[in-house]
C-alpha cells in the first residue's frame, strides 16, 4: 500500500493511503490515528481520521511538519496486522416504520426487495464506522450487501431531521442534526449522536461497529422524548 505525505499549510499534514481496497486503506489510517495517540509526538494537537487517509493538526511553535513527519514514518514501521483496530460493538435503535423511512418504498422499488426484507438485512448486517465528517458527530457505515445498494438522489432534498438513518452507494449514514441530502431517509433512530454538552460530545466513533435494532413507532417517540438524558446501558441489548 503506497503512502502519500499532503502538506495542509503550515500547521497540517494528511498521510493519504492509496490502494483499492477500502476496508485495508480506511485500517490503515485507523492503525496510525490509534498510534498516534498512543505515542504522541511533540506539538500534536489532534488528527482526524477518514476513508483512506489522516490528517494531523500540529502546533508549528512546539514542532515541524518535518518533525511530524518523521514520528508518522516511525509509527508506520511499527505498524502491523496485529494493531487492526477494533471498536465497540453499538446496537443502535432505529424505527423503520411511517414518517421515520419516507424513503424506504423508494428504495425497495430501486432494489426489487420487500422492505421487510430491507429492513431484515440491515438489522441483520455488521456495519463499520469509516469515519465522521459533515457535520459534527455524522458517522459514515460500510458496508451493506450488494443487493441493498442504490445511487444518490437526483434530486436533493432541502431539509431531513436529525436522527435519520439514509443510505446510497451500498453505505449508511446517520444526521446528527437537521440537515439537507442528496440519500434515501430509511430510518430514524432517538440516540443524540452529537451532546455539545457533554464531556464526550460524539458518541460513535471511527472503528466502533453498528447494529441496527428495530423499534416500533411507540417506542422511537418514548425515547426521543428522553434522548438528552439516553444513556448506553438502555441501547438494545
Keep these: 500500500m503506497q503512502t502519500r ?22 485500517a490503515r489510517a485507523l492503525q496510525l490515528h490509534a498510534a498516534l495517540a498512543e505515542d504522541r509526538p511533540e506539538g500534536l494537537i489532534e488528527t482526524v481520521p477518514s476513508y483512506r487517509s489522516l490528517t494531523i493538526h500540529y502546533d508549528p511553535c512546539r514542532t515541524s511538519q518535518d518533525r511530524i513527519t518523521q514520528s508518522v514514518q516511525a509509527a ?28 424506504l418504498q423508494e428504495v425497495a422499488a430501486q432494489t426489487g426487495l420487500s422492505p421487510d426484507r430491507i429492513v431484515k438485512t440491515l438489522t441483520e448486517v455488521e456495519q463499520s464506522v469509516y469515519m465522521l465528517g459533515f457535520a459534527p458527530g455524522q458517522p459514515y457505515l460500510g458496508d451493506l450487501p450488494e443487493a441493498l445498494s442504490v445511487p444518490r438522489r437526483k434530486n436533493p432534498v432541502p431539509h431531513v431531521p436529525a436522527g435519520s438513518v439514509l443510505t446510497a452507494t451500498a453505505r449508511t449514514v446517520i444526521y446528527p442534526v437537521d440537515n439537507p441530502t442528496g440519500w434515501y431517509v430509511i430510518g430514524r433512530t432517538p440516540l443524540p449522536l452529537f451532546r455539545p454538552a457533554a464531556q464526550d460530545p460524539v458518541w460513535l466513533k ?15 417517540r418514548d425515547m426521543f422524548a428522553r434522548r438528552d438524558s439516553l444513556t448506553a446501558e438502555e441501547l438494545p441489548a
Design 5 to 26: 505525505f499532503l502538506p495542509c499549510g503550515d500547521t497540517g499534514l494528511t498521510v493519504e493511503f492509496d490502494g483499492t481496497d477500502q476496508r485495508a486503506t480506511n
Design 76 to 103: 508506520l514501521a511499527r505498524l502491523s496486522e496485529s494493531d487492526l483496530v477494533a471498536g465497540r460493538l453499538w446496537r443502535v435503535p432505529v424505527c423503520f416504520e411511517g414518517d421515520c423511512a419516507p424513503d
Design 206 to 220: 471511527p472503528g466502533d461497529r453498528v447494529r441496527f435494532a428495530a423499534i416500533p413507532l411507540p417506542e422511537f
